[in-house]
């Protein structure tokens, strides 16, 4: 699914900002998958990052013990076309390698998956 519109200068840096602080780049060895999993709490932050890249599915709210969590997970179309488009406009290259490396790393990984369409 697209963006539905262009993102302004502030919520791609908050964005950016979000999932490089908090996001998981991996995959389960089939597909890519980008997740941002937060307390309950922050629903309105999860929220306002689907406001800005359209596509995610938020799941939960989880309960295991003392954990209280919803999970946003980007996959498939959403990841392909809205997500990686989106973040590979932006240069954070030096503001974090670790989350870059972690991110080029899930891109080279599935590049198959990636340069093919899904329907």
């Not at 490089?20 to 941002?36: A, I, K, N």
């Not at 997500?83 to 599935?110: C, H, N, V």
Request: glycine share 10%.
């Amino acid at each position: 699914m697209p963006v539905l519109s262009e993102p302004e200068a502030f919520d791609r840096g908050f964005l950016l900002g979000v999932l490089v602080g908090e996001g998981h780049f991996g995959g389960d060895g089939r597909q890519p998958q980008l997740t941002l999993k937060l307390h309950v709490r922050h629903e309105p932050l999860l929220q306002y990052v689907l406001s800005i890249c359209p596509g995610g599915r938020l799941y939960g709210p989880y309960h295991h013990g003392n954990r209280h969590y919803f999970q946003l997970m980007y996959r498939g179309k959403a990841l392909r076309d809205a997500l990686i488009p989106l973040l590979d406009g932006l240069s954070w290259a030096q503001i974090d390698p670790d989350s870059f490396e972690r991110y080029t790393a899930m891109k080279s990984r599935y590049a198959k998956f990636l340069s093919t369409a899904i329907t």
